[in-house]
Structure formats: C-alpha cells, structure tokens
C-alpha cells in the first residue's frame, strides 16, 4: 500500500490542474501526451511508489493510436482543410497525423492491422522522435516555468522514467486527468478558427475524437452473442434483438475499446449498470471466459477493427477492481440495481492478496 501521504497527492493534483490551465498549447501534443502516460501507468504500473520506466515505443505507440481515429476526415473538404482531417495544431497539421495518415489509409483505417504495415516500425520511430523532442520538452513548462516533477528531461530515446509515485498518482487520479486531457483537447480542436467551417454545427466531436463509431459497435453485437450462446453476459437470459455491447469495465473509468472488454447484454441490463464495475460472479465469468475464448475474440474483434491486447485490458481490469477496493465501492449484480461492497476475495481473484 502507498506512503504517499495526502499532502504529496493534493500537491501533485494542483500541478497537473496547472499544467492544464496555464501550460501552452500550440498543438494538442501535450494532451495526448498525458493520456498516454496515464493509460500506460494503468497497464504497467503498480500501486507502490517506485519509479515507472516506459519504453518510448510504447509512448509512441500509444501516442499514435490516440490519433488513429482523427486521423479520418471528419467531414468533407473545406477552403483551410482540404482532406476534411481536424487540424491539430494552430499551423500547418500536425506531423504526427502525416505520419500515420499513409498507413491509415493502407489498412482502411482499421488499427489492429497497422503493427503488420511494412511501414509501421518505421512510423513509430519517427513518431517517438517528435514525442521526444516536442511535447516531452514542453509538457512540464508551467507557466512560463519549468518543473519536472513527472520525470527528467532531457531522457534516453529509449526509457522515459516516471519519477517516484507519479505512476501511482496518475493511476489513482487518472479518470479526472482524463476528463481535464479530453476536454482540453477538444476545446483546442474548437478554438482553431481554421477547423471551423468543418466542424460546422456538428455536435458530436467528443466522440468523433475518441470513441467508437455504433455502427462499427453493432457489427460486433452479433459476434459476441454466438460466442455467448445467444445469452446477457449478466444475467444469462435469453437474447432478443435489443442486445447490446457493454464495456465490462465501463467506458467512464476506462474510455478505450479494447478487444476483450466486451461482453453484450440486454438493454434492461446494460442500462441498470451503467457506470458500476460489475460483481464478483459476473467478473469471474468474464476473466473465464477471457481464459478459454480469449484468443478467438481477439482474432475476430481485430477483423473489426478493434485493438486486442488480453495482457493490458486484464491490467486496466485488475486497476479497476483495486480502485473500487481501496475506495470501497460498490458493484452492480443485477437489475433493479442490486449491489454489493467489493471486497478483497475481488483483488484475489487476479492473483494478488
Ligand atoms: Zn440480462
């Protein structure tokens, strides 16, 4: 358990608000940026205090696939934006759209089949070359002034260093810094005039930007029914045709569509969980059946175009449930919202005391 006292949390809070509120923003580098090290925290990181050492493959990876979505037109063609694609940046766009837009265009922008790209490896160095040396430069200037106090720089090309208790920070406080990432970024892409006349009167950018298209949702509906017997994941009842998909840990805690967080159930149900982490009966069937099926679904959400990594999406999972313990939440078992404190045997059931 942590040392990290509440005064050093309330402390590292303030920061990142200010980073928000008075870092410069000439691109949305720096939001993208904080994603990434939040997510990555989450899927590699642990709840001590130590230090994090990410791999600048995996920033930049990760860095790449939070514009892989924007990097599609958004709509047709206008004077400033002739490929429709939101600019990035108040200049010319972005390179790190430039960079991906080839690929993204090669794979019918499906992300799961980008790693095969001949150019991909290729890509990512180039992409961690300008995470280094643009937003990993600027994100610790704060107004006007200069504290590192997420991790050094200059570092290596190869190893960013979280420093001590910034990965546990950011894990713990990771849906907020989300939020302020996310909302900052989209309010970057509305406050570029020249994005103007694409954006039009179009309201729903937020989820252009970062999440799934329904109807690409909907053509997973029918594929995790035949693998569940044609019955919700929650309540085994029979499925008709109101079925939907359901992240299992849900989008509020976790925004990223990831192969193995589906499951789909009906309306009823997925509507009376809503934002809640689900019971201990439903998680031991959902780690099952990740253990026996997990391959196949992978396979068959990446046809979709969905990312699939069992590894992480467990971690994001195991984060979750130890969250919701140390916090003592509570989880949804069935309809008519019936819930239950999450206990320890919860933690247990990832192989940790
Ligand atoms: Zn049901």
């Not at 993208?32 to 994090?52: C, K």
């Not at 958004?74 to 790190?96: C, F, H, S």
């Not at 050094?152 to 950011?170: A, E, F, M, Q, W």
Request: charged share 25%.
């Amino acid at each position: 358990m942590s040392a990290l006292s509440a005064r050093a949390q309330l402390a590292f809070l303030e920061k990142i608000q200010r980073l928000f509120d008075e870092g410069e923003f000439s691109a949305t580098y720096k939001f993208a940026l904080m994603l990434t090290l939040t997510e990555l925290a989450i899927e590699l990181g642990g709840d001590d205090d130590a230090e994090l050492a990410l791999p600048l493959d995996a920033v930049a990876e990760r860095f790449a696939l939070l514009y892989w979505r924007q990097a599609s037109s958004y709509g047709p063609a206008t004077d400033e934006v002739e490929n429709g694609i939101l600019l990035q940046n108040l200049g010319k766009q972005a390179a790190v759209i430039n960079q991906i837009l080839e690929i993204y265009n090669d794979v019918q922008g499906n992300p799961a089949r980008a790693p095969g790209h001949p150019q991909w490896q290729r890509t990512i160095s180039d992409i961690r070359a300008i995470v280094h040396n643009m937003p990993l430069r600027h994100l610790q200037v704060i107004g006007g002034q200069t504290d590192r106090f997420l991790y050094d720089y200059p570092c290596t090309n190869k190893v960013l260093i979280l420093k001590r208790g910034v990965s546990h920070n950011l894990r713990r406080f990771s849906p907020l810094i989300q939020q302020l990432a996310k909302a900052g970024w989209v309010q970057h892409i509305r406050g570029n005039r020249r994005n103007a006349p694409l954006l039009g009167k179009k309201d729903d950018l937020e989820s252009f930007m970062f999440g799934t298209p329904r109807a690409q949702l909907a053509r997973i509906a029918p594929i995790l029914s035949q693998m569940q017997d044609k019955r919700c994941f929650y309540c085994q009842g029979k499925l008709h045709s109101q079925a939907e998909v359901d992240h299992f840990i849900p989008w509020s805690r976790y925004p990223r569509d990831t192969a193995h967080n589906f499951v789909v159930a009906h309306r009823g149900c997925n509507n009376d969980k809503r934002d809640m982490l689900a019971a201990r009966k439903h998680l031991e069937r959902w780690l099952d059946r990740n253990d026996r099926s997990g391959r196949e679904l992978g396979e068959r959400m990446q046809e979709q175009g969905f990312v699939s990594n069992i590894g992480s999406t467990t971690e994001v999972a195991k984060w979750a449930y130890g969250e919701a313990f140390r916090m003592q939440g509570f989880a949804w078992i069935e309809t008519r919202r019936q819930t239950e404190m999450i206990d320890r045997e919860y933690v247990a059931l990832f192989g940790v005391g």
